[in-house]
């Protein structure tokens, strides 16, 4: 007489301890794996972030004597640009170059690899390293916004919009660097965007808009750090035009959102790769 018998399939821990299979840990959650991923950069270059501060404060209030010396003093269109130009530069600086820098060779050493075996959202791991490169510009950018305001004879009380423009413009430039770093074919390439990158917010941020030719004003449209330059430099007024300052930084807000997007999408195509 044949007897039946049902199988009961055993519940998945069982499972996997009988098969010798360890269960997988639950992927992590995007904001508590950005926080952990943003400490251990936060952590991991702080050897170098006096250099870091030096450089990029020494360069930007070093243009802003250089131009002291052509542009006069007072509320003046070309004086509140270098002051709000060379300001946002220091971002620039730290969060397009060297984060370009940064990805392109974490790619060319292979250390993709070591954040892809993480159970860490692809996000996270951008989001936190651009959110450490840009903490480091914000003592710099202070430095560098009040010497201008002193050397141009600009007023200091609306300085506290940089609380505003320096994480917004830093998220704007994090993700462009972050993914031209990401896209670049060779460590090499990256390094050079980053630097042509900086060159840009150099050249189209500093000098005043009007005086340009109208290709190059409409390639300043397209660099996203302008618009932090234009919501930086309209407070110095009397007047400020608030509705305009909101305008520019809502661009930047928007730019940095989509400028991120494309990063974590270039991070997950050079880690599979």
Known sequence: MSVLTQTVPAPRGVA??????????????????????????????RVA???????????????MVMMRGVV???DGEAARSVVAGSSVLV????????????????????????YATLPVPPAA??????GAYASFT???????????CVLFHLPLANLWILAVVIPLAGAALSGLGA?????????????????????AALLLGVLPASH???????????????????????TFGGHPHWAAVAGDLSVCAAVGVGSLAVATWAYRRAACR
């Open 212 to 234: 340009m030719p109208a290709p190059i004003s409409w390639a300043r449209d397209l660099l996203p750090s302008t618009y932090g330059v234009e919501a930086f430099a309209r």
């Open 72 to 74: 006069d003093g007072g």
């Open 125 to 130: 791991v951008v989001l936190g390293a651009a």
């Open 179 to 199: 993914a031209l770093g990401l896209l670049a074919p060779r460590q090499e390439i990256a390094t050079l965007f980053g630097q042509l990158g900086m060159s």
């Open 16 to 45: 996997a301890q009988q098969s010798g299979a360890a269960p997988l840990a639950p992927r992590a959650r995007l904001w508590p794996a950005f926080g952990a991923v943003y400490r251990a950069q936060l952590s991991r270059a």
């Open 138 to 148: 914000v003592p710099g950018t202070l430095v560098t916004a009040v010497t201008g």
């Open 91 to 114: 971002v620039a600086f730290v969060a397009l170059n060297l984060l370009a820098q940064y990805f392109g060779q974490l790619r060319a050493s292979g250390g993709l690899d070591h």
């Open 49 to 63: 972030r006096i250099p870091l501060l030096f450089v990029a404060t020494f360069q930007s209030v070093g243009i």
